[in-house]
Nanobody
């Protein structure tokens, strides 16, 4: 079992920045793939990006160059640095873990999820 708790969401104007955090605990999560996802009202949950056990990252095209995923194993924390935010980035953001593979768009293969943190970007 892996437990995940997100924080750091809030309201920001377009062009601003936020950093989300996800504290993880449980079994061997450090070797697993960890990812960030988001879900806007009325839309399906979508992948934002992932980081694997070796620290390799991959991103959705809509956030590439603006968002950065990192992790600090000593603090058991996954981060999502979001820069140049746009109103279309408004969503509930979730972190998640999968135990095999690491493709960011395979949302259905992530087994453990946090409760989410809301990000609102105003124009």
């Amino acid at each position: 079992q892996v437990q995940l708790v997100e924080s750091g969401g809030g309201s920001v104007q377009a062009g601003g920045s936020l950093r989300l955090s996800c504290v993880a605990s449980g079994d061997s999560y450090r070797s697993y793939c960890m990812g960030w996802f988001r879900q806007a009202p009325g839309k399906e949950r979508e992948g934002v990006g992932t980081i694997d056990g070796d620290g390799f990252t991959a991103y959705a095209g809509s956030v590439k160059g603006r968002f950065t995923i990192s992790k600090d194993n000593a603090k058991n924390t996954l981060y999502l640095q979001m820069n140049s935010l746009k109103p279309e980035d408004t969503a509930m953001y979730y972190c998640a873990v999968r135990t095999y593979g690491c493709l960011w768009y395979e949302t259905w293969l992530f087994h453990y999820w946090g409760q989410g943190t809301q990000v609102t970007v105003s124009s």
